[in-house]
């Protein structure tokens, strides 16, 4: 139940202002991007592409006042939500010569990349394991242009030098493609000739076509057996409530949680806030004896808080 990587030593996480805000209490209104596995994307598509699926998915996320008249998107709109409804995770990246960015080349499975919307903006996001950076961006076209960006700062060990330089290739312009076949295939090519490809896989939202619960998680260092005399182990969790000002109101009880959070690695050495996206399941594809934790698919949207522990 519980993921184990080596994590970067982390020195202290210190949020701007206005990102704090963002972070925790802004997620209702951007996309959580996460990675699902083959078997269950096939699974909810019905055999339908991934792009199929987004299609379909804004068709009916947009009513009209007339439901016999389909919405019609443009070419602009289609890629907009092509790109926001799958969660990319790079596959690999090439220099001018053809020749691997060394940066990336034991990383690549944890680099990650999101589109998202806040407030009507159109966002992105991105990370190779250790922070992550947000920044707007513009697309015309197949030309995407991104703003300089806002991260946190956590120390990032080893993973420092990927960090700049997957900054760097993001900032300014870049051009792309999309490929279609079992999965969708992003191609980017940036202002400094290196070209990036990313994998796509549907986010939970378009997963499950509902916008997901924002939970605020703590995230105990210590784990714990799932059940007495069991050898495997499980996360201890507690719910953090916050009010308007992103001010902390109430803390829960710490309590075992038997399900998974997809997207986050735990680190015995760190105690954690989490803020995830909760979905619920349908209860007829579970089993029978399945667990209240296992009837919700927990997405990690982003890490607020990182202590050390003494």
């Avoid at 409804?85 to 940066?103: F, K, M, Y």
């Avoid at 034991?106 to 998202?116: M, P, R």
């Avoid at 960006?149 to 960090?163: P, R, V, Y």
């Avoid at 490929?179 to 969708?184: A, E, F, H, T, V």
Wanted: proline fraction near 3%.
């Amino acid at each position: 139940m519980v993921g184990s990587r080596n994590k970067p030593t982390l020195k202290l996480l210190l949020l701007p202002s206005m990102m704090a805000v963002n972070l925790m209490l802004s997620a209702c209104q951007k996309e959580a991007a996460s990675s699902e596995n083959d078997t269950s994307q096939g699974a909810e598509a019905g055999e339908m592409t991934d792009l199929a699926v987004s299609e379909d998915l804004v068709s009916s996320m947009n009513p009209t006042s007339d439901e016999s008249v389909p919405v019609e998107l443009t070419a602009q709109e289609k890629l907009t939500t092509t790109l926001s409804h799958h969660r990319w995770t790079l596959v690999s990246a090439v220099d001018a010569n053809e020749q691997p960015v060394a940066e990336f080349a034991n990383i690549n499975s944890q680099v990650t990349l999101a589109f998202n919307q806040y407030q009507g903006q159109d966002t992105l996001s991105y990370s190779v394991g250790c922070n992550t950076i947000s920044a707007g961006y513009q697309l015309k076209g197949h030309t995407l242009t991104t703003e300089e960006g806002m991260s946190t700062k956590m120390s990032c060990g080893e993973l420092d030098l990927a960090e700049n330089t997957l900054n760097t290739l993001m900032q300014g312009s870049s051009e792309f493609k999309i490929d279609q076949g079992d999965n969708l295939v992003l191609t980017q090519f940036t202002d400094d000739d290196v070209t990036l490809v990313w994998n796509g896989r549907l986010t939970a939202q378009a997963k499950y076509n509902s916008k997901g619960e924002t939970v605020f998680w703590a995230v105990n260092s210590e784990t714990v057996p799932c059940e007495a005399g069991n050898s495997e182990q499980c996360l201890q969790v507690k719910p953090i409530t916050y009010n308007d000002q992103g001010i902390k109101t109430h803390e829960g009880q710490w309590r075992v949680f038997v399900g998974e959070i997809d997207g986050y690695q735990h680190d015995s050495k760190h105690e954690e806030v989490l803020r995830l996206q909760r979905y619920q399941i349908n209860i007829n594809e579970l089993p029978e004896d399945d667990t209240a934790d296992e009837q919700y698919a927990y997405i990690l949207d982003a890490v607020i808080e990182s202590s050390v522990v003494e």
